[in-house]
């Protein structure tokens, strides 16, 4: 698009009710520079057509255009059937001002009968078309730009849209562990103080246990940091005199009594029944990310060369690893006997965060106290079943220093195998934790229960000694 100037214009003393041919713009640039001088505007006077992409090809139309919209919509129409679609339009903006636009001819079917209009060629979103005016309302128009600039301000609105992400690849790409996130959470229930009443602790209790089992962990070895922490709404069904605090859906002054329950009821007609309970879900991360080791086993293993234990917040670690320089066991050939000196000469705990890609990970707090965790014994189990099968292990692990995946491994890892594992239990040293597999390979279970609360599960603490497998 291009502006010139005329010294002289044949209208220099127009007859204003002289009907013309204007333009009206019908869908605004995105390049945010449609009021810019060089742009056709609503009010421009067309006073020339050039149909054709050659100089000796273009069919002109000079104004004035006799029966105006319709004779030129009958040109439009007649060029887009012969295919010549490429338009130059060129408009006059006051007695000497003209501007230019070169365009193609689309339909336009929303108009509800065959129409055409003008696309821009250097902006698709900028589309123009004609309307029949006098040559004083078209002045009208022009002098009433910046007006019309600050409404189109006010009228416009920002649009949404959708953009299509390739999501399996990125997540296949840039995760360490491949669909599964780092960020992992432990939920905590707040402490009942009263079991008759069902009366729980406050929220601030809930969020001190929270910072207590955190610290612990850190202080522990586990090398996770924190996130995050929030309060999660569970609901629940109570009546009476449950909840420590009950709300009137009708009265917003209420509300105050609520920075600090754990527990409140909302009251109807009929008394309290519905229950809010206010748990704290504490989310956090390994520091230095996790890391995958990859167990291949052989015909001739009779053992896997490590063994688990778990501490008292929950986590699963490895306790023991045998010497490389003893025996060829899986362990040391997957690189994790160099893994484990590394975390024990920072005085860290080698955490296990998922066997098989299942987290094994502690996930909730219960109201009793209790940490819902993994049993140790299962673990061992059914890592001595994975050496049995022969079947290749995949541990991920906590690292403390994201170096360590390049470096203090790497050596014994690439020369080995292709991708990191860590190695599995053997069924032979499961016994000592009160369940495995005995020396004529028939399983011997003995797994012990506890209930804790209303809820029953698996519970062999073995933060003293550990299942070597």
Not at 109 to 123: A, E, F, N, Q, W
Not at 294 to 310: A, N, P, Q, V
Not at 428 to 453: P, W
Request: some cysteine.
């Amino acid at each position: 698009m291009t502006m010139d100037r005329l010294s002289q214009s044949s209208s220099d003393s127009p007859n204003r009710d002289t009907k013309v041919l204007s333009i009206e713009c019908l869908r605004g640039s995105s390049k945010a520079d449609e009021w810019t001088g060089d742009m056709l505007q609503t009010g421009d006077i067309v006073e020339e057509l050039r149909i054709g992409d050659s100089p000796n090809a273009l069919i002109r139309f000079k104004s004035p255009f006799k029966n105006g919209k319709t004779a030129v919509n009958k040109i439009l129409q007649d060029s887009y059937k012969k295919k010549e679609t490429s338009i130059l339009v060129r408009v006059r903006r006051g007695p000497h001002d003209f501007a230019e636009l070169q365009a193609c001819i689309v339909p336009n079917d929303s108009s509800g009968k065959k129409h055409y209009v003008l696309r821009s060629i250097t902006d698709p979103n900028y589309v123009v078309g004609f309307l029949d005016r006098t040559e004083s309302e078209c002045f009208q128009l022009q002098a009433s730009r910046n007006t019309r600039m600050v409404n189109a301000l006010t009228r416009t609105r920002l649009q949404d849209g959708y953009v299509s992400y390739p999501w399996e690849r990125k997540m296949q790409e840039l995760l360490s562990v491949p669909t599964s996130s780092n960020f992992l959470s432990i939920l905590l229930l707040p402490k009942v103080s009263d079991r008759i009443a069902f009366r729980y602790n406050d929220v601030e209790d809930t969020l001190a246990r929270a910072n207590t089992w955190l610290n612990a962990a850190q202080a522990s070895g586990v090398p996770i940091v924190f996130m995050n922490v929030q309060t999660e709404s569970l609901l629940t069904k109570i009546s009476g005199e449950t909840a420590s605090s009950t709300v009137n859906a009708g009265s917003l002054s209420d509300l105050s009594n609520l920075a600090n329950v754990s527990l409140y009821g909302f009251e109807d007609y009929h008394g309290v029944d519905i229950g809010v309970v206010r748990a704290v879900r504490l989310w956090y991360a390994p520091i230095g990310g996790e890391f995958t080791i990859e167990i291949k086993l052989k015909e001739d293993d009779t053992k896997l060369g490590f063994g688990i234990s778990r501490t008292e917040e929950g986590f699963i670690f490895i306790s023991t690893v045998t010497d490389e320089g003893k025996e060829n066991v899986p362990a040391t050939r997957s690189g994790l006997s160099n893994l484990y000196k590394a975390a024990t000469d920072t005085s860290r705990l080698l955490v296990v965060s998922r066997i098989s890609n299942q987290r094994v990970l502690p996930w909730m707090v219960s109201s009793t106290g209790a940490i819902r965790c993994f049993d140790t014994v299962s673990l061992s189990q059914k890592l001595s079943l994975h050496r049995h099968t022969k079947v290749p292990i995949l541990l991920h692990v906590f690292l403390w220093d994201g170096t360590l995946a390049s470096s203090s491994v790497a050596s014994t890892r690439l020369s080995n195998m292709s991708t990191s594992v860590l190695p599995l239990p053997n069924e032979n040293q499961i016994s000592d934790a009160g369940g495995g597999v005995s020396g004529d390979g028939s399983l011997s279970v003995q797994l012990g229960r506890d209930t804790v609360g209303d809820l029953s599960f698996r519970f062999n603490n073995l933060g003293t000694f550990n299942n070597c497998v």
